[in-house]
């Protein structure tokens, strides 16, 4: 995997993201990931939909459990939209998290198995194995027109930024 010109830190400490930065215009490389019961899920599940990608580190951290809420309310309020919630979690814990948080609106998909996301959208920590925080936002017709990496990984996404872009679609 090559690494990307992205920049993000952990309380701090540079970290490096491996795989293709996606950008506004991009179209949306599709992926697989392991869904809830162990089934694959692709990108292309969702055509025809405006898809949020919500991407966190670990759901079992204080901050990507308010990123999760935050989005499953947030989708609530959506028409025609999809909201992943993506990380490398086991599909046994996001399920357990979502359960225990009675998160609805949200599908939960890991990247675990192969990190077929991270590398396609330039999210994969190296140092960690594990996903950097942030947020993708995808057309009906499968065009990214929102990206956003966050800078330090124990910072929340821009929620406002995200749903601006979702609700002028």
């Known amino acids: 995997m090559k690494e990307s010109s992205v920049k993000v830190t952990f309380a701090g400490n540079p970290l490096t993201l491996l795989g293709n930065e996606i950008k506004v215009g991009d179209k949306a490389p599709e992926f697989v990931a392991v869904g809830t019961g162990l089934t694959a899920v692709k990108l ?3 055509g025809g939909k405006k898809v949020i990608i919500a991407v966190y ?3 079992d951290t204080s901050v990507c459990a308010a990123q999760n809420r935050r989005f499953n309310a947030e989708a609530n309020e ?3 939209t999809v909201v992943l ?3 490398c ?3 046994f814990a996001q399920s357990r998290f979502c359960a225990a948080e009675g ?3 949200i599908i939960t ?3 675990h198995k192969d990190l077929d996301f991270g ?3 330039g999210f994969v920590i190296k140092e960690l194995r594990l996903l950097a925080r942030g947020t993708v936002v995808i057309d009906q017709s499968g065009v990214v027109r929102y990206a956003e990496y966050v800078p330090e990984v124990t910072n929340e996404p821009d929620y406002k930024a995200a749903m601006d872009v979702v609700k002028g679609l």
Do not use: Q, T
């Open 44 to 46: 292309s599940d969702f």
């Open 119 to 121: 590398e396609k959208y």
């Open 85 to 87: 919630s993506i990380s």
């Open 89 to 91: 979690d086991l599909p």
């Open 109 to 111: 998909i890991s990247d």
């Open 103 to 105: 998160l609805e609106n």
């Open 78 to 80: 959506l028409k025609d």
């Open 57 to 59: 580190p670990s759901v």
